[in-house]
């Protein structure tokens, strides 16, 4: 294939692009501030506490390695999160289907033994995909068939399958010798090899790379891709032209569903080694605001990820040098949601700021033109 | 004593002109019709007298007081209250709640409904409307929403109704109630304007008729017992017949698109009753009508995007079923009415929009790949063929005038083999040259030996474009000719329901 | 007490923070904003009262600040969907996630602890008034606090507030038909954040029950779901402030099953399942049911 035209971007397609990277950089920027005001407010330094982040956060080899491992999990939800918003669809499904897959990455990582390293790797990804596959068709079908509301559905099923998770955890699948409700470490053959040396970064990161790749590569250069473009912007339009809504939304939320559970078994598979309460609890939520900064691109997510690793592993330096909680991050990665989904806010007040510099005249340039009275 | 009057009111719209000056008067008790085609200027007008638009030129009086309405609730506070043509109800309330929403009796803090229930009641009884308070709106017909409307105006004090083509959604036995409550309105003191293009009715209870033509006033001080239908339909459709735009159809060819037994039935309202037609093959055959006769029902069933309840298709010969997605691949290819819901994505660029529906072939998709060099040069090749004025292929379609966004979709639509070209609309709010431009582009598309159908609501669109004509009304088509042989006066009967059915069936004259 | 009598009180006390919860979520939806937020309101006025109580030892300023806090939150969510239209079920889940984060961020600062706050005063039971002497029924509204009394009282006034007072007419018909209302002189957007920051209002009341009512602590997470599930309910009661009381009892019934029987053999987990299996259905069964606003989601100028 020629490579020069295979990617080729016009110019229009790095204005756009370059529009939604400035809305991203702003959102960040926006959020980095506000949570910068309230560490002020609560006696930090702001800027200290931000550059003792980064510092922290490319310290060494290992604090790098902190940063691609914080980032994987993050990659995985982002990454599912976003596919399904290309439809306009809000999975928050991605939690329970993470903590399913990372619950059969567990049980298949540990029971099956009879397979050699290799293949027993891809198999225990395999069956956690499928398994968040499975979980997010299902809700797909009570959307599409029974009118269900799919963010309250996935709302129950993430409780109902924190449950199950902890059930087993604690019950059945309980390790023997531990004190702890976790079950027992998978097998050997089943782990992701390590990319460093005694840090907690796995392959499972160039897995999810590949992912992205993967999904921008179909929705930039197959039908599908085409097809979910069309069905997200205009769905009437779509219709009109033979493209079915319905269908893209169980692709999408297939999708969705087999990369979140993928991103679960890659945690039990590296860095955890095996299921317990909680292990991989807030990734899904915390996909959102991934995918909102990269765009919902999955190369976006990419970066979006990485910045968030950064700010991560971060502000555990932070938190053991300071006692600035690293819940500050969770805040920023919110505000991110809200002002990218949202970017009028940042302009509106842009907007305010410039009519009060020049407040003088009465009838500001950008207000609309009076319109003739007939009273006078 | 004059209620309403409405001083050289002028109104530019960007590109047109909707009205031009335009002088009206309304007395006490009085009932003015207010009669013109589509885009005459009427909705405008009232529209100006209702506060939702601002006149650029002219003045408003109320009871010789002048007056400035910038808004409905100014208007209704003066007691000129509209009945749209959409209904401005909630299914869910009751009758008594759609109606005193917004100006509600009060007993302390709480509703009067007591008070509310009494006023209403003494209303439906004054006017004979025949209607339980408490009923919710959800189980009324249309005849009975369209009295909640009017009773809202009227527990509004309203001195003057405006309605809105108050007939277009009602049966027959429906709009006899309705001038009767008209006539009772008008006992009582208070002046209507109707808006409509139904004669008969305008003629039966109108104390005066007025006419508007693209936008200028034609005659205001019309009285009905001194006119007759033909009178006004010549006026409101005026005699500037043009058919040099018309090119004669060079070779028509057997039957190419035909259309059996089709029905359609929505919400128990027979929306199409029994419709056929044929198209041959080199020929353009034109709907004209009122819009709302059934037109966007017909679309959608000969584009696959409804389910009638009965139709055959014969493409070709063969039976052709389906959904959209079939007939668009058996090569009926289709240009939508309404452009940027239906004909683009406006947030993807030019190329995303000129494959839509062609996504999936060849040249397109490979393997399920999308062929970005052939979908940049189809996409180049449509810009030049029909002179779409872009900087490059990449911009987003909303960023294109509305002109160049039909050329596009027109583009779209026959830049690829296809059979038949089911267009709607095509220069709806677009300029001259583009106009032009589509016109020559559907001849250009019928003279390869294609077949077109055409839908519009300009009567002089579909008069020069067809070889053949088709009148709708009511879900019917009351008339099947060659545009020559009938004038366009005699035309603008048929799509009014003046004058009904008297050509042979087609049927019988097929095959020749 | 017998047992009866204490599985009444049981769940009267677990379908509280419902009741409050699907008011709040009946005024969002009767505007026709989708109500997901009220989760995130819910946390952040659980969240507000347990700090003001902390600070002040003054419950009734610990409500006050619980509902300030909800409204404050719920102006976040208008500001978004009504202002600038966003997606409501994103904006509603970004609200959410700010409450859980903003609430372990500032519970890290101020009592630099993960998960949960320190003890402090809480309402306590009116166990020593004259409804204890009331026969038969005494026992049980005895083991309730003033809360149940105030949810009682805010169930009534909102039925009277949605179907008896200008008001109300006005709000419903905003979420039914907001062209329509608009047409009669409503202004919509007004309505619009009424409706949402009675919804943040009332939602962070019900946060303040669970904070200090229940339990004399804030947890982080503590809202459990509750905005989720008093959102279904609040839907399936079709928007009727009794209907959606009843209903929440009835959930605080099968919560109060769980949380009986959690010390029996089965696992616990079976049982801690039983109220989110219940709403889950109940959402399945939502639309064929209740028919929610008409004009759900819909702005008069779209």
Redesign the interface.
């Known amino acids: 294939m020629n490579k020069k035209k295979f990617f080729h971007i016009s110019r229009e397609q790095w204005k756009r692009a370059l529009n939604k990277v400035m809305v991203s950089a702003v959102s960040f920027i926006a959020s980095i501030v506000i949570v910068g005001i309230v560490i002020w407010i609560s006696g930090y330094s702001p800027i200290e506490t931000y550059v003792s982040m980064v510092k922290g956060a490319f310290r060494s080899q290992t604090s790098i390695a902190l940063v691609f491992s914080e980032a994987t999990p993050l990659l995985f939800t982002g990454l599912a999160f976003a596919i399904a918003f290309r439809v306009r669809l809000v999975n928050v499904g991605i939690e329970g289907q993470m903590m399913m897959g990372a619950l059969v990455g567990a049980i298949v990582g540990h029971f099956v033994t009879f397979l050699p390293h290799i293949p027993h790797v891809f198999f225990t990804m395999l069956i956690a995909g499928l398994t968040g596959m499975v979980i997010a068709l299902f809700i797909g079908f009570l959307k599409v068939k029974l009118g269900a509301n799919e963010v309250i559905i996935s709302m129950m099923l993430n409780s109902i399958f924190t449950y199950i998770g902890s059930y087993l955890a604690n019950g059945p699948l309980r390790a023997k010798v531990t004190g702890v409700a976790q079950t027992e470490i998978i097998q050997e053959t089943a782990l992701l090899s390590k990319l460093v040396p005694k840090s907690q970064l796995t392959t499972g990161y160039l897995i999810g790379l590949f992912i992205a790749i993967v999904l921008a590569f179909i929705l930039d250069q197959t039908v599908l891709g085409y097809k979910i473009r069309i069905a997200g912007n205009n769905r009437i339009a779509g219709e009109t032209y033979g493209i079915k809504a319905t269908k893209l939304y169980y692709i999408a939320f297939m999708i969705s569903g087999f990369v979140a559970a993928l991103g679960g078994s890659i945690m039990t598979q590296g860095p955890i080694t095996r299921f317990s309460d909680g292990a991989v609890a807030g990734y899904g939520f915390q996909g959102i605001s991934v995918a909102a900064l990269g765009a919902y691109n999955p190369l976006g997510v990419i970066f979006s990820s990485f910045l968030y690793g950064v700010l991560r592993a971060g502000s555990y330096t932070v938190n053991r040098t300071t006692n600035i909680p690293y819940e500050f991050v969770d805040v920023i990665q919110v505000m991110v949601v809200v002002f990218v989904s949202a970017p009028q806010i940042i302009f509106s007040v842009k907007k305010w700021f410039k009519k009060r510099k020049t407040a003088k005249p009465k009838h500001l340039p950008d207000s609309p033109a009076p319109a003739p009275d007939q009273n006078q | 004593m004059q209620i309403v009057s409405m001083h050289n009111i002028t109104k530019i719209f960007p590109g047109t002109k909707a009205l031009d000056s335009v002088n009206l008067s309304l007395g006490e008790g009085e009932i003015l019709s207010l009669l013109g085609e589509n885009g005459a200027g009427k909705s405008t007008l009232m529209n100006i007298l209702y506060g939702i638009h601002?006149p650029?030129?002219?003045?408003?009086f109320f009871r010789e007081k002048?007056?400035?309405i910038r808004k409905?609730?100014d208007a209704?506070h003066l007691g000129i209250c509209m009945v749209?043509q959409h209904f401005?109800?909630?299914?869910?309330?009751s009758i008594l709640?759609n109606i005193?929403?917004?100006?509600?009796p009060?007993f302390g803090?709480?509703?009067d409904r007591k008070k509310a229930y009494d006023r209403v009641k003494g209303l439906i009884d004054k006017f004979h409307f025949n209607l339980d308070p408490n009923v919710k709106v959800s189980e009324l017909s249309v005849g009975e929403q369209q009295r909640v409307e009017i009773l809202?105006a009227l527990y509004r004090d309203a001195k003057v109704l405006i309605l809105d083509e108050p007939t277009a959604v009602l049966t027959p036995g429906e709009v006899d109630d309705l001038l009767e409550m008209m006539r009772n309105l008008r006992r009582s003191g208070t002046s209507i304007i109707i808006i409509t293009h139904k004669l008969r009715e305008t003629l039966a209870v109108a104390d005066r008729i007025m006419v508007l033509r693209n936008g200028v006033l034609i005659r205001d001080d019309i009285k009905p017992e001194d006119t007759n239908i033909e009178e006004l339909a010549h006026l409101m459709v005026g005699h500037s017949i043009n058919l040099d735009l018309h090119r004669e159809a060079e070779h028509v060819g057997e039957v190419g698109f035909e259309v059996r037994d089709l029905s359609i039935t929505e919400n128990g309202v027979q929306k199409l009753n029994n419709i056929n037609f044929k198209i041959h093959k080199g020929e353009i055959v034109g709907v004209a009508g009122v819009e709302g006769n059934g037109q966007t029902q017909l679309l959608e069933a000969i584009?696959g995007?409804a389910s009638p309840d009965s139709m055959t298709v014969m493409l070709n010969g063969e039976p052709l079923t389906g959904?959209?997605?079939?007939f668009?691949?058996r090569g009926v290819v289709?240009v939508?009415e309404d452009r940027l819901?239906?004909?683009?994505?406006?947030?993807?660029?030019l190329k995303?929009n000129a494959?839509?529906?062609h996504?999936?072939k060849p040249f397109?998709?490979k393997h399920?790949?999308?062929q970005?060099?052939n979908i940049a040069a189809f996409t180049e090749k449509c810009i030049r063929e029909f002179n779409v004025k872009t900087p490059?292929s990449?911009?987003?379609a909303r960023a294109l005038s509305g002109g160049n966004q039909q050329k596009l979709i027109m583009a779209r639509a026959l830049s690829e083999e296809s059979e038949v070209l089911v267009v709607a609309q095509p220069t709806r709010g677009i300029d001259v040259s583009a106009s032009e431009y589509i016109h020559e582009q559907i001849f250009q598309y019928r003279d390869k030996g294609k077949c077109v159908f055409l839908v519009s609501a300009d009567l002089d669109e579909v008069y020069q474009m067809s070889d053949r004509l088709l009148v709708l009304f009511n879900g019917e088509i009351v008339l099947e000719c060659k545009p020559q042989d009938y004038t366009k006066e005699e035309l603008g009967e048929f799509m009014l329901g003046a004058r009904k059915k008297e050509s042979i069936p087609f049927a019988k004259e097929a095959d020749d | 007490m017998n047992i009866i009598q204490v599985v009444i009180a049981a769940t009267i006390r677990m379908s509280v923070p419902i009741i409050l919860g699907s008011m709040a979520c009946i005024y969002s939806s009767r505007v026709g904003v989708v109500s997901f937020g009220c989760e995130g309101m819910m946390a952040t006025g659980a969240f507000c009262g347990a700090l003001a109580v902390y600070y002040t030892n003054n419950l009734w300023l610990g409500l006050l600040f619980a509902v300030l806090g909800g409204a404050l939150i719920s102006l976040l969510h208008a500001f978004l969907h009504v202002t600038h239209k966003v997606n409501g079920t994103l904006s509603g889940v970004s609200i959410n996630l700010l409450g859980t984060a903003a609430s372990a961020l500032v519970l890290k600062i101020v009592w630099k602890s993960a998960g949960f706050s320190p003890e402090y005063r809480s309402f306590t039971k009116l166990s020593n008034t004259f409804l204890a002497k009331i026969p038969l029924v005494g026992p049980v509204l005895a083991d309730q606090n003033i809360l149940f009394y105030i949810a009682i009282a805010i169930v009534i006034v909102s039925y009277i507030v949605l179907y008896k007072t200008p008001f109300g007419l006005r709000l419903r018909m905003v979420g039914e038909n907001p062209v329509a209302a608009n047409s009669v002189g409503i202004n919509t957007t007004r309505m619009k954040y009424v409706g949402v920051l009675l919804c943040g209002a009332l939602a962070g009341l019900a946060g303040a029950y669970l904070s200090l009512a229940r339990m004399n602590r804030f947890i982080l997470d503590m809202s459990g779901g509750r905005g989720y599930v008093s959102m279904v309910i609040g839907d399936i009661g079709g928007g009727n402030p009794l209907i959606a009381a009843a209903i929440s009892i009835l959930f605080g019934f099968f919560d109060c099953l769980q949380s009986l029987f959690q010390s029996a053999d089965t696992p616990s987990q079976f049982w801690m399942i039983i109220p989110y299996a219940f709403t889950l259905i109940m959402a399945l069964v939502n639309h064929k049911i209740a028919r929610g606003p008409a004009g759900m989601g819909k702005h008069f100028d779209d």
């Open positions: 601002h650029d030129e002219g003045e408003i002048q007056v400035d409905p609730m209704i749209h401005m109800l909630v299914p869910a309330f709640d005193i929403a917004g100006a509600e009060k803090p709480l509703i809202k584009t995007l959904d959209a997605y079939s668009l691949h289709h939508p819901s239906m004909g683009l994505v406006p947030d993807l660029s995303d494959i839509l529906g996504h999936d397109a998709a399920g790949l999308v970005k060099e490059n990449d911009v987003l």
